[in-house]
């Protein structure tokens, strides 16, 4: 199992259960599976659902008490555990802590984000909107599902040169890049700090609203050597001390210049192209 098979084997499930209405039907999903959804009132805050199979019979459980959009990504993630045949690991691992998330989770993770935003319902609608929070927030509750997922599949499957960053404590752990972005080597790595200065940095000690605010190209993008000046917009979610930032070129275009000098192969490039999702913050756990 890799990121990529996720994608493809998430894919294919899209395509035999036809989903023709935005937000998706999750039950429809689950019926696919055979699998029945109960709502639990006796689950704990800190535990969002979980799954069994008992004499031939599949049953998906989430935590009555969530959301609608978190439950809805609960019950895709267990989808996932089904259908990739992968079994849970989530002892001593925060589903809110990307960098801490153990890969089998990942990968529901990425399949639950590809059932909940399907490129077939969510790339036009991506394309028509403009690059912007506020439409990745439009975006999310069309949907009915989370913004940060929401986000990072905006910046993956959008034309634009754009990118959106998830940073835990000041640090970066994930970055979603367009192709456009990708293609020219424009590099956000993870494990770096948010830059000193940067409207994010700012937004995360509270000295700043929010954007967008034009910056440096460079500012964020390591051994970029075309110039050009990036939109930055930011939200800091303070419960879990995460940064959300949304990066693009203005008018959408890539400056000129001549990436390959600079940048090389992008050995990156070929996994983050099918990144698409980010967990949920705020559960310790899911079984
Ligand atoms: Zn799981």
Known sequence: MDEFIAIVRAREFVRKTRPDAVPVSVKQYAAEIGAGIKYDHDLPPDEAGGSFEAKGKRCIYVNAHDGSARQRFTVCHEIAHFVLGLPS??????SWSYAKRPPNEIWCDVFAAELLLPIIL???????????????????EEFNASFSATGSRFAAVGEAPCAFVLAEGGVVRYASRSKALRDAFGKIPAGSKLPRGSLSERVRQGRAPGGPE?????????QWERGGVLLEDARHLQTWDQTLTLLWFEYEELPEGDSRAAGGRDDEAALEELDGTLPWPGKKRRR
Not at 89 to 94: A, C, L, N, V
Not at 122 to 140: G, I, M, N
Not at 214 to 222: F, I, K, P, R, S
């Open 122 to 140: 969510f790339k036009q609608r991506v394309d028509d909107a403009e690059v912007s929070l506020a439409s990745v927030e439009t975006l999310a």
């Open 214 to 222: 034009e910056c440096d190209a460079d500012l964020w993008l390591g």
């Open 89 to 94: 690991e989530h002892q001593g691992s925060p």
